[in-house]
């Protein structure tokens, strides 16, 4: 009883048999009625007096009522008949499409993500079929981009690696001095590394709502300021102009500084990365209502509308971005951001007019309640 075809087989005889009761039902009270009706127009219609020609009719009526009866109940049987029938159809053409997403579903769940689900004409199951279709097509691109991220993490982990390696040979071997400037190499190394480990940890921990925060009230033009200017180096070096208008201030928010300077740090390494030489980085910090506004806008390659769905994700980067000289991210610094922002009751979004036109990212922050208006 719990199979949603013995269901709908049931639905059609229970419908039909329904209709058949309330068929004899209602046939049963004016049969005879209008039966009595048509003898008395067919002998002339006029009065009768008590009794009159009720003994004649009598037998005559039965018979009529009798056979009223068995062509009701032969109808009954044959219209259940023909609703079980049409049921089991109509169960048929349902089950069979549910069937078949059943399947893809089984095969998407182990892992065979390029399953697609034949589209049927019905548009409740079409809907459904489509949203499988995607939901398998999404995950193959999220299983691509892990496997990518696994892929570059191997090749970020194996330089540092081998330049530690080379240098410890070395001065096992006695080909390289045990100097400052060799440590300084294998120091630059291993930081290296941890920063690797650092922003992997940070991901999961953000993923996972784990995110530890150091609240205190804190001038986020201050914050800002003081994790874009360390960037400006960096800047420089990419041939690349930094322009920062955090201001005008106090904007005070009970905030985490150094996760917000991070936020800060992955935004503008990301505007380095997306711009080519010649370009400009520009980071501002605005109050919009009871919320700051910290955004950093680059005149780099931009993004295009399917990016601005999915630059957030994890693993993600965009296309044309891996193109440019100066990208070297693992695709997890805005996942990064995004999940710090939210842990402070914020939000972190994107705009862009199209490829070649900039990006912007902007971190909304909630004021502190003084401070808001």
């Known amino acids: ?30 049969a005879p009625a209008l039966f009595d009706e048509t003898l008395r127009r067919a002998q002339g219609g006029g009065p009768r007096g008590p009794g009159q020609g009720m003994g004649q009719n009598a037998g005559l009526r039965e018979q009529f009522a009798t056979a009223v009866d068995q062509a009701l109940l032969i109808g009954a049987l044959v219209g259940a008949a023909v609703a079980a029938i049409f049921g089991i159809l109509a169960a048929w053409r349902l089950i069979r499409p549910l069937g078949r997403l059943r399947s893809a579903t089984r095969r998407i769940a182990e892992g065979d993500y390029d399953t697609t689900v034949v589209v049927p004409k019905e548009a409740e199951l079409a809907d459904l079929a489509n949203d499988v279709n995607s939901l398998g097509r999404t995950l193959a691109e999220t ?23 080379g240098y410890v040979e070395g001065m096992i071997d006695q080909v390289l001095p045990t100097d400052t400037e060799s440590l300084g190499h294998v120091g630059e190394e291993s930081r290296r590394l941890r920063r690797l480990a650092d922003d992997l940890s940070a991901l999961s921990r953000a993923e996972e709502g784990r995110l530890q925060l150091a609240t205190q009230r804190v001038d986020i033009t201050q914050v800002v300021t003081a994790a874009a200017e360390r960037l400006r180096p960096q800047v420089q070096d990419a041939g690349l102009t930094l322009r920062v208008a955090a201001g005008p201030g106090p904007f005070m928010v009970d905030a985490d500084a150094d996760r917000i300077g991070q936020v800060v740090t992955n935004l503008v390494g990301n505007a380095i990365r997306a711009t080519p030489s010649g370009g400009t980085v520009t980071v501002t910090c605005v109050q919009s209502g009871s919320w700051v506004d910290v955004a950093v806008a680059d005149t780099g390659v931009g993004l295009a509308p399917s990016d601005l769905k999915q630059v957030f994700e994890r693993f993600y980067r965009v296309r044309e971005r891996t193109n440019t000289a100066n990208d070297s991210g693992t695709g997890i610094g805005l996942t ?24 912007t990212f902007t971190a909304r922050l909630p004021l502190a309640a003084a401070f808001s208006t």
Do not use: Y
């Open 336 to 359: 990064i951001s995004r999940g710090i922002v939210r842990a402070h009751g914020g939000d972190v979004t994107a705009a862009s007019e199209g490829l070649g036109t900039g990006a």
């Open 1 to 30: 009883m719990n199979r949603l075809s013995v269901r709908l087989v049931l639905s059609h005889v229970l419908v039909a048999v329904l209709g058949a009761l309330a068929t004899f039902f209602i046939v049963r009270q004016l």
């Open 143 to 165: 299983e691509a981009r892990r496997l990518r991220l696994l892929g570059e993490v191997a090749h970020e982990m194996r330089t540092p690696l081998t330049v530690i390696d």
